[in-house]
């Protein structure tokens, strides 16, 4: 039996706990000072051709904390000493806190055992087995379109550069530049959310007053279809679950192809409950991409996979987030995506403006004084304090993104719309990368919310 999948539900137990536009600030569009490095990987997605290859999204919160939705923590990962139980000693934070036994999910990373897997190439992170105690996580706020999120692993290979989820590493005492590094596969996911549907899913949500059944977002802080799931299979084995059930109200977000594996389980859940898929595309410049998701498929592969999904009689829309002042937001780029997006057969569109936690500018805004040197001066004034690009420009993004909509005759996202009009307008643009740090699975994180201007 694989040490990741199992068929009954694991026998440990938990205790719980109680401006001016866009094309104003950046008139000439991105540079690039310095070559980028390609490695090639054949576990990665088959997305490589000369040139420009691979590319490289994922969000949940929750208010109230939860053994998988963890306090904020500013430690700092350094070497691990076992002696007398699992304790992190970080040499960049006080002795007394860098030998505080661990506890939580930081307690279980620790002691987490290896994953056993098949690549070899030199550039694969180390995978390890997480036991957790659910899969099913609730997320309580009110300004995202959905009650619960799944994320099969903690952590995401895409190494997206500007991922705000990166804060989630921080709750397991890692840093969040370790966040692509260390991959945590969750153990026993089927079970687990075979019990957490039974008996904590409802069919008639009290957000609605019982018109609708709750809402569960997959892939909200790790993309679910990241290269591990080729080994690891937990995203499949919660869809399998799913598929078993009806009445269900779900929605995944990727940024892979790999989704297409899954059609047939796809369709199955579609059959008996609603679903709907959104596939992030960010811009259609391959090797923009490839700079900004360095390990995530070509923007031309996921059009691709819209199309697949579509013809397989599937709900689908895109994600344009997030929105990256100056770098992604050129006049006519977002449009570009859309344009692309209707053409493969997307039925919705939507994005929001780039959204950076503290463990996310940190890796960011180090990468925009490199890579774009003359952007740098402009997010130190914007992202070195807050988290938010100013409100002006998030303002505009909205109206740019409604305008592309009305262009293309984008519908809404069925689950958004079924939320009705409890959610603020902006959230309805782009609840993945800076409202849904902000609300989705863990405590607050902000990250995406409005769009380009």
Not at 342 to 359: C, E, I, T, Y
Request: net charge positive; hydrophobic share 35%.
């Amino acid at each position: 039996m694989s040490p990741v999948h199992s068929l009954s539900a694991p026998s440990f137990r938990f205790r719980r706990r109680a401006s001016p536009t866009a094309i104003g600030l950046f008139p000439e569009g991105p540079e690039v000072t310095s070559p980028v490095q390609l490695v090639q990987d054949p576990a990665l997605p088959e997305n490589q051709s000369s040139g420009d290859r691979k590319t490289v999204d994922g969000g949940n919160i929750s208010d109230p904390a939860t053994p998988d939705c963890p306090p904020a923590s500013r430690t700092q990962h350094g070497n691990q000493s076992r002696e007398m139980g699992p304790v992190r000693n970080a040499v960049a934070v006080p002795t007394e806190r860098a030998r505080a036994r661990l506890v939580g999910i930081a307690r279980l990373a620790a002691s987490s055992p290896p994953a056993e897997t098949r690549r070899k190439s030199l550039e694969k992170p180390e995978y390890f087995v997480l036991p957790v105690k659910s899969i099913l996580n609730r997320c309580d706020s009110k300004r995202v379109p959905f009650e619960w999120t799944i994320n099969p692993y903690r952590g995401c290979e895409f190494a997206c550069k500007y991922c705000y989820a990166r804060y989630t590493h921080e709750y397991m005492e890692l840093d969040g530049s370790e966040f692509e590094k260390k991959i945590y596969v969750k153990k026993d996911a089927a079970p687990l959310l075979a019990w957490d549907v039974a008996h904590k899913y409802s069919y008639q949500s009290e957000g609605s007053g019982g018109a609708r059944p709750d809402h569960i977002a997959i892939g909200t802080a790790t993309d679910p279809y990241q290269p591990a799931e080729r080994e690891y299979g937990v995203t499949r084995a919660c869809l399998e679950e799913l598929a078993k059930k009806a009445g269900l109200s779900v929605s995944i977000i990727t940024k892979s192809n790999q989704i297409v594996r899954d059609i047939d389980v796809l369709q199955r859940i579609a059959e008996r409950s609603n679903l709907g898929i959104d596939i992030t595309i960010t811009t259609l410049r391959a090797g923009l991409t490839r700079l900004l998701e360095p390990r995530a498929p070509r923007p031309d592969l996921r059009l691709a996979a819209v199309t697949q999904l579509r013809e397989a009689g599937l709900s689908v829309g895109v994600s344009a987030s997030p929105l990256i002042p100056g770098i992604t937001d050129r006049d006519g780029d977002l449009e570009a995506v859309a344009a692309a997006a209707k053409q493969a057969g997307a039925q919705w569109f939507f994005s929001g403006v780039l959204f950076l936690m503290p463990s996310s500018a940190k890796q960011f805004l180090p990468f925009v004084r490199e890579k774009f040197p003359r952007l740098a001066k402009q997010y130190e004034e914007w992202y070195a304090k807050n988290g938010y690009a100013p409100e002006e420009y998030r303002k505009k993004a909205s109206q740019r993104v409604a305008r592309i909509r009305e262009k293309f005759g984008f519908a809404a996202r069925p689950w958004v719309e079924a939320k009705g009009k409890a959610l603020c307008s902006q959230m309805q643009l782009s609840w993945d990368a800076g409202s849904l740090a902000q609300e989705l699975d863990r405590p607050p994180s902000r990250s995406a919310d409005a769009l380009r201007v």
